[in-house]
């Protein structure tokens, strides 16, 4: 009989544990970082539209899955079915408009959209035992898209803008605060006021149906992509960056922009 894919990935990983040095030192601690890595790189694939890398990195990712698992298994605390079995249950308690209960919920919405489907899970998610709708944003996330989870698990329960030329306004307003604060105050004041404009900048990404998160590392690669060209280009003219005035770096900069 002909092993499906995750059968097979489970039974090397089984192999590995046993037989390979590497393999068996491992832990859940010494996985995490990894882990991480291999998020990122997921996420780099996903912005560039490489489906064979986001394939070859899910399947990375899968195997951390797959290890932690197995890690688990090896101290009784659970397996890799109890995980599937995990999140096959959670996913049909919090669609009941697709797998409806024995009971209905009579404090949930009638599903006519996506907006309807997330605030009904957050109110069972409340049901299940979390004290507060924000509690499902991990601490460790990085600031950008911790403020965009935040934001859009605070829009389920109705607090937030109408418009969003009322959220520009806030971010208006962020913005003469900083300058206030910049002209008057202390570092620390100065930081907080940075903070907020950011918050506000990010939520009107939101009101834009922009990835604020995604949109910035755009930017960080189109700024190292023209940066390096211009490092390259300076190089051809046997100048030196660091010898160079801003007026010089600024000429070539411009060259490279009107050039795309």
């Given at each position: 009989?002909?092993?499906?894919?995750?059968?097979?990935?489970?039974?090397?990983?089984?192999?590995?544990?046993?037989?390979?040095?590497?393999?068996?030192?491992?832990?859940?601690?010494?996985?995490?970082?990894?882990?991480?890595?291999?998020?990122?790189?997921?996420?780099?694939?996903?912005?560039?539209?490489?489906?064979?890398?986001?394939?070859?990195?899910?399947?990375?990712?899968?195997?951390?899955?797959?290890?932690?698992?197995?890690?688990?298994?090896?101290?009784?605390?659970?397996?890799?079915?109890?995980?599937?079995?995990?999140?096959?249950?959670?996913?049909?308690?919090?669609?009941?408009?697709?797998?409806?209960?024995?009971?209905?919920?009579?404090?949930?919405?009638?599903?006519?959209?996506?907006?309807?489907?997330?605030?009904?899970?957050?109110?069972?998610?409340?049901?299940?035992?979390?004290?507060?709708?924000?509690?499902?944003?991990?601490?460790?996330?990085?600031?950008?898209?911790?403020?965009?989870?935040?934001?859009?698990?605070?829009?389920?329960?109705?607090?937030?803008?109408?418009?969003?030329?009322?959220?520009?306004?806030?971010?208006?307003?962020?913005?003469?605060?900083?300058?206030?604060?910049?002209?008057?105050?202390?570092?620390?004041?100065?930081?907080?006021?940075?903070?907020?404009?950011?918050?506000?900048?990010?939520?009107?990404?939101?009101?834009?149906?922009?990835?604020?998160?995604?949109?910035?590392?755009?930017?960080?690669?189109?700024?190292?992509?023209?940066?390096?060209?211009?490092?390259?280009?300076?190089?051809?003219?046997?100048?030196n960056l660091n010898k160079m005035?801003?007026?010089?770096?600024?000429?070539?900069?411009?060259?490279?922009?009107?050039?795309?």
């Amino acid at each position: 009989m002909v092993q499906n894919g995750f059968e097979r990935l489970v039974d090397i990983m089984n192999d590995l544990r046993e037989k390979c040095p590497w393999d068996k030192k491992q832990t859940i601690q010494s996985l995490r970082q990894m882990t991480l890595e291999e998020t990122y790189e997921l996420t780099d694939a996903i912005l560039e539209e490489d489906w064979n890398h986001i394939k070859e990195e899910l399947g990375d990712l899968l195997l951390h899955i797959v290890f932690y698992s197995k890690i688990a298994t090896e101290k009784e605390k659970f397996t890799i079915d109890d995980v599937a079995h995990g999140i096959s249950e959670k996913l049909i308690k919090r669609h009941p408009h697709v797998y409806p209960p024995a009971h209905q919920h009579t404090d949930l919405r009638e599903v006519k959209n996506e907006e309807d489907v997330k605030q009904n899970w957050e109110q069972l998610k409340l049901k299940e035992g979390k004290k507060s709708v924000l509690s499902g944003v991990p601490t460790s996330l990085p600031s950008i898209i911790k403020a965009m989870r935040l934001q859009e698990k605070a829009k389920q329960v109705g607090f937030e803008w109408e418009n969003k030329e009322d959220v520009w306004k806030k971010v208006e307003e962020e913005m003469d605060e900083l300058k206030e604060a910049v002209s008057q105050k202390s570092i620390v004041e100065q930081e907080e006021e940075l903070g907020d404009l950011l918050f506000s900048i990010i939520n009107y990404a939101r009101f834009l149906n922009v990835d604020a998160d995604a949109a910035l590392e755009r930017t960080n690669k189109k700024f190292k992509k023209r940066f390096t060209e211009m490092e390259s280009i300076a190089s051809q003219q046997g100048k030196n960056l660091n010898k160079m005035s801003l007026e010089e770096m600024d000429e070539i900069w411009d060259t490279i922009k009107a050039a795309k």
